[in-house]
């Protein structure tokens, strides 16, 4: 689904001539103002508890320095390189993760077309605040990120570059693999208790993994964040139109932070300069491009989504009724709540799941408000938590007992 972008005429003009900075702090939604009611391992690296990572930051506006890049050792504890090879290709899965502690959930995500793994590093950090022991797995897909699959069945486009499979079932299988091979690199004898999150693509690849059932019991509850399969497909034919409006690069990683917060892509400064980086790369210099406008630049989207247009339809068909069919507890986490259709609409009206709006937010509630979303998701992980139930006793339990006493 392509975010909303009221101000698509202000994204294309140039990055240095923006001065509607204060009206930006005025629209950027910092953790700050949520509310609170509602091992190929690289090495373990824990964020200081001092580092106040989520205080509005003070001042009449923002300078250059308020876009630079967070690094996601502010965010997650470990990075992993998983590999595992398959008849036709090799995989290479990065991961952020930080594991559980003894007993608490697993809280495996999956970001939206174009995302990378580091879309919910805000939010795993919030939910550590709010539940401790709680861990978070957070993966690149594949051709995001950087993730890097070596294919042996290529298939070649018109312009001589390879088309990757980014199939639903494709897609869902990756995060099932990447699942077991966390387990295995950080030597878990048994999975924790999962609770799957999936943003906009992402929801349907959770809902698709929930609804297949590979995992067993292990999937307590799985969620979904602002995607719904009408709404979902009706907006696809704007996607070409998204996709030609935004700027195709960037002089720095610092503009490409602010184009986003600019347009409104995302509304969380902290989030945006943690998660945009990522979703990048270096171009060739002058001498290796044949691109003039490539040339001139310096940063360029690392995952061409016009080329997955092949695919987007499959992503979406069929997922209400999935989502509705899946096992475990459903959490849809909306926007609007004019995103509904009809299938969700009688699903909710018959409590088959649980439906929370954030009117606040825009299409990347995680990432606009994390405070409130991790808020949701740890609740909602406790009233499926199946451990915490108290079972009462038997009725034949309860009559020898009584078979047992003395009469009075």
């Known amino acids: 689904m392509p975010p909303e972008d009221p101000r698509e005429k202000e994204a294309e003009e140039d990055h240095d001539d923006f001065d509607g900075l204060s009206e930006l702090r005025r629209d950027s939604t910092d953790d700050d103002s949520s509310s ?5 391992s690289t090495g373990t690296l824990r964020p200081t508890p001092r580092q106040n990572l989520f205080v509005r930051p003070t001042g009449t506006s923002f300078g250059k320095g308020s876009f630079e890049q967070l690094p996601w050792t502010n965010f997650f504890s470990q990075e992993l390189y998983l590999e595992r090879e398959t008849e036709a290709s090799k995989i290479i899965h990065h991961v952020y993760i930080t594991p559980p502690v003894d007993t608490g959930p697993l809280f495996v995500t999956h970001h939206g077309a174009g995302s990378s793994g580091l879309s919910f590093a805000a939010l795993a950090a919030e939910i ?3 539940s401790p022991s709680a861990g978070i797995l957070s993966p690149d897909a594949r051709g995001h990120g950087e993730t890097v699959i070596h294919s042996k069945a290529k298939t070649e486009q018109s312009g001589g570059k390879q088309l990757l499979d980014f199939g639903l079932e494709t897609l869902s299988n990756d995060l099932l693999e990447t699942i077991h091979l966390a387990q295995t690199t950080l030597g878990w004898q048994a999975l924790p208790n999962l609770v799957l999150v999936g943003h906009s693509l992402g929801g349907s690849v959770v ?7 590979p995992l067993g019991d292990k999937i307590l509850a799985y969620a979904v964040l602002d ?7 009706d907006a696809l034919q704007s996607m070409q139109t998204y996709l030609s409006s935004r700027p195709s690069s960037f002089k720095s990683l610092e503009s490409a932070v602010e184009w986003h917060l600019r347009s409104r892509t995302i509304r969380n400064t902290l989030s945006a300069r943690a998660s945009v980086p990522s979703l990048l790369i270096q171009a060739p210099s002058k001498s290796e491009s044949p691109e003039p406008i490539i040339a001139r630049q310096a940063w360029i989207w690392r995952t061409d989504l016009a080329a997955t247009q092949p695919f987007w339809e499959n992503w979406f068909l069929g997922m209400s009724k999935k989502f509705l069919e899946g096992k475990g507890g459903k959490l849809l986490l909306l926007a609007g709540t004019d995103r509904l259709d009809k299938e969700l609409m009688i699903g ?8 929370q709006v954030f009117p606040d937010a825009g299409h990347f509630i995680h990432e606009d408000l994390p405070e409130k979303t991790a808020i949701s998701l740890v609740d909602f992980y406790k009233r499926n938590d199946r451990s915490a139930l108290v079972l009462p006793p038997k009725v034949g339990d309860l009559l020898n007992k009584r078979v047992g006493k003395p009469s009075s």
């Open 36 to 40: 609170a009611s509602s091992a190929s």
């Open 128 to 130: 550590r605040k709010v």
């Open 207 to 213: 809902t698709d993994l929930a609804k297949r059932g």
């Open 227 to 233: 995607v719904v399969e009408g709404s979902a497909i």
């Open 348 to 355: 909710q009206m018959q409590g088959k799941y649980q439906l």
